[in-house]
């Protein structure tokens, strides 16, 4: 079992940046591959950004692909989304994910565990 606690997320203007992160608990984060989605009401939630256990592979959207970067901290249990040149598009509520084998990984449906999800609210 892992339980994933993802920070506040805020209210910033366009063009400002973010940083999310999500603690995850028990002592085989490596074992973990984790992911970002992010969700607007009435639509599905989509994919973000995913990272590998290592943290050596790392894949995007191309939504925020060149603004956007996960990273990971195992020693600290921790996963990061930067969230750079934020547009009002990037609004939605964001979650992390975590499974040990997501395939595909951009597919919500294979990822075992999920934080509460976290607001994230870029103003024009």
């Known amino acids: 079992q892992v339980q994933l606690v993802e920070s506040r997320g805020g209210l910033v203007q366009a063009g400002g940046s973010l940083r999310l992160s999500c603690a995850a608990s028990?002592?085989?984060?490596?074992?973990?591959?984790m992911a970002w989605f992010r969700q607007v009401p009435g639509k599905e939630r989509e994919f973000v950004a995913f990272?590998?256990?290592?943290?050596?592979?790392?894949q995007y959207a191309d939504s925020v692909k060149g603004r956007f970067t996960i990273s990971r901290d195992n020693a600290k249990n921790t996963v990061y989304l930067q969230m750079n040149s934020l547009k009002p598009e990037d609004t939605a509520v964001y979650y992390c994910?975590?499974?040990?084998?997501?395939?595909?990984?951009?597919?919500?449906?294979?990822?075992?565990?999920w934080g509460q999800g976290t607001q994230v609210t870029v103003s024009s």
């Open positions: 994910a975590a499974d040990r084998f997501p395939v595909p990984i951009t597919t919500q449906d294979v990822y075992d565990y």
């Open positions: 028990g002592n085989t984060f490596s074992r973990y591959h």
């Open positions: 990272i590998n256990g290592s943290g050596g592979n790392a």
